[in-house]
């Protein structure tokens, strides 16, 4: 397995370009399910996630091809083509190494009246269960069993519109039903619908596709169901969560960084936050800089559904308030088990402690560099954080987690004076 060492101390200068997000890009490379015609994703990023959901299309007899590499004007375009569904198993080998593979069930009952997919399990991060998912298909008229782990779904006269109220906000929910309506017969509304970035950017290549979709960005979605949809060519949105994490990066080492293609509109509630610490933003011709005025100050956060406080920053959130002058009380309100980050930074000399879905941080002049292990993918990331602002070496083990959802991370932060680098591992 690899390993990332970081000599910490050099505070980050120069910039660094942000990807297409891979919250967006999931469940958009799951929509070409819904079309025999080729969806083409302009600015797809390139990260294991991305490739684990390839696996599973193929599977389902998806032709994916690479139509043209990474370019600064373009990103990877890639076009994908469900000409024809040969099998409608979602196997839990590649389910359970990434949930969001369960956004294949909507698509899937919606096209070909059938699916079976593994039910995800529980994660490091919580039980995270899909109910809401299972309900809303169930109120659109599809019969659902479980058996054996997985979610054996059927609607062989087709599913039908519906007025689903979710009882809480679902990402992952208001995709997978937002997909399934749209080749639903009559008027699907959903209701407390996700907000996220990423569903607007969903609903709107549904749109290309020949969905027709009402209240895109607020919570209550009105779609009108299609006999078929058509192939599109579609823009995957900049990654908030890899902005929001370098925008800290420069924060956390005291430098200063412009953050090409970063955009300032989709982090509002990060913005704010850091800013009341002492980060200071400005609107670039090309995204935006970043840097850190004087002292970091601590500052209270609690993550919330957009347009709240991303929970995918909250760990990285956490390391910028270790070395903040004063007390920070950071509030998990997503997922429960989100703060496995904590013991690994209290190796590093961070005072950090938990009072339920809280944690207290009590920021210290400086962080001291340890062996440290990644848990999940944005508690890995905090630890590069920290890494890059601690005094001496940082080893951070299990970094399969970071390739989940950053692209070439190293490279980027060494571009920008970080000591980083990657140790191969022979496991
Ligand atoms: C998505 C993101 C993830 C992010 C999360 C919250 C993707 C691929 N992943 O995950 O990075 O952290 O949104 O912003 O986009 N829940 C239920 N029943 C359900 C569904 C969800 O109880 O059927 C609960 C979950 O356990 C969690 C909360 O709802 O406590 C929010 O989860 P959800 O918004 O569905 O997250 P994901 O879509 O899995």
Redesign the pocket.
């Known amino acids: 397995m690899d390993r990332i060492r970081i000599r910490g101390g050099s505070p980050l200068k120069g910039s660094i370009a942000v990807g297409g997000a891979k ?1 967006a890009a ?1 469940p958009l490379m799951t929509a070409s399910l819904l079309t025999d015609e080729t969806l083409t994703l302009v600015n797809l990023p390139d990260l294991a996630d991305i490739q684990t959901l390839t696996r599973l299309l193929e599977r389902h007899g998806v032709g994916i091809a690479v139509d043209a590499p990474a370019s600064a004007a373009t990103g990877r375009v890639v076009s994908l083509r469900a000409r024809e569904i040969t099998d409608v198993t979602a196997p839990y080998d590649l389910v359970r190494k990434m ?2 593979s369960v956004l294949v069930l909507g698509p899937l009952v919606a096209r070909c009246g059938q699916a079976r997919v593994s039910l995800p399990g529980g994660c490091a991060i ?8 299972i309900k809303g298909l169930e109120q659109m008229g599809a019969r659902i069993e479980l058996d054996g782990g997985y979610i054996n779904a059927a609607a062989p006269d087709g599913l039908r519109g519906a007025h689903i109220v979710f009882p ?6 208001t995709e997978n039903l937002l997909m399934a309506a749209s080749l639903a017969r009559g008027e699907t509304v959903l209701v407390n619908a ?1 907000r ?1 970035p ?1 569903v607007g950017d969903l609903a709107r290549c549904l749109v290309a596709m020949g969905a027709e979709i009402d209240g895109i960005g607020t919570d209550t979605l009105r779609i009108q169901g299609k006999e078929r949809l058509h192939g599109a060519v579609h823009r995957v949105i900049s990654d908030r969560i890899e902005t929001g994490t370098y925008a800290m990066a420069a924060a956390i080492t005291g430098g200063s960084l412009e953050i090409l293609g970063g955009d300032l509109d989709q982090i509002q509630a990060v913005e704010k936050v850091l800013g009341a610490a002492g980060v200071v933003f400005e609107r670039t011709e090309r995204g935006f800089s970043v840097a850190r005025a004087n002292g970091l100050h601590g500052v209270d956060v609690m993550t919330e ?1 957009f347009p709240g406080f ?3 920053l909250q760990a990285q959130m956490m390391a910028l308030m270790c070395v903040a002058q004063g007390a920070a009380m950071i509030t998990e309100t ?2 429960e088990n989100r703060f496995m980050h904590v013991p690994e930074l209290a190796r590093m000399g961070a005072n950090i402690t938990i009072h339920g879905a809280s944690a207290l941080v009590r920021g210290t002049p400086r962080l001291t560099g340890a062996p440290v292990m990644a848990t999940d993918l944005r508690a890995s990331v905090s630890l590069v954080l920290a890494g890059l602002a601690a005094e001496g070496e940082t080893e951070i083990n299990r970094v399969y987690h970071l390739d989940r959802g950053y692209e070439r991370l190293e490279e980027k932060l060494a571009a920008c004076g970080a000591e980083i680098e990657r140790i191969k591992g022979s496991e």
Do not use: C, K, Q
């Open positions: 919250n999931l949930r969001a919580g039980a995270r269960p899909v109910d809401l998912h809480m906000v679902s990402v992952g929910a996700a996220e990423e559904p991303p929970t995918d997503i997922f």
